[in-house]
């Protein structure tokens, strides 16, 4: 069992976070004008569909080297549906989480067949951890410290 670096935000103005690893690791987000921020960075949700994005390539990629696979295209878009009555706690009936997930993967190689590059793309889909993650979503603890 690995225990990850965590990832923690501080408010720097307005909605704006700065995220920060213990390693150095660091993001900035903000939220859109029409969200009440300003804008100037990508807004969480961005960041959480570029997370799963950038990890499913990457699994891809793994496993094409693994099997000697040399890739010539490899592209990973994740988009979403929601509806923003949730986080603005418009109607309560209404969820503030995403309320679709689709992941589009283009992918391309010279020393390999469709086929073969399918079989990569569903290895690798099933083995990246942020996807699985979302897939079998863990429960999320909230402990709050009051200071």
Same mark, same amino acid.
């Given at each position: 069992?690995a225990?990850?670096?965590?990832a ?8 704006k ?6 390693r ?6 903000d939220?859109?004008?029409?969200m009440? #921020?300003?804008?100037? @960075?990508?807004?969480?949700?961005w ?6 994005a950038s990890?499913? $390539?990457? %699994? ?6 693994q099997?000697?696979?040399?890739l010539?295209?490899?592209e990973?878009?994740?988009?979403s ?5 949730g986080i603005?706690g418009?109607?309560?009936t209404?969820?503030a989480?995403l ?8 992918? #391309?190689?010279?020393n @390999?067949?469709p ?6 793309v569903?290895?690798g889909?099933?083995? $990246?951890? %942020?996807g699985?993650?979302?897939?079998n979503?863990?429960?999320n ?7």
């Open positions: 069992m225990k990850h670096v965590p923690t935000a501080r408010i720097e103005n307005g909605l976070c700065l995220v920060e690893g213990t150095g690791e660091l993001i900035e987000t939220m859109p004008n029409a009440g #921020g300003n804008g100037s @960075a990508p807004n969480p949700g960041v959480f569909r570029a997370s799963l990890c499913c $390539a990457t %699994v891809i990629a793994m496993q094409a080297a099997q000697g696979i040399e010539t295209t490899l990973v878009t994740v988009e549906d929601g509806d923003l009555r603005l418009l109607d309560d209404i969820t989480g309320s679709s997930l689709k992941t589009n993967v283009r992918i #391309g190689a010279d @390999a067949t086929e073969q590059l399918r079989e990569i569903e290895w889909s099933a083995h $990246a951890p %942020v699985c993650t979302v897939q979503a863990p429960g603890a909230t402990v709050i410290d009051i200071v």
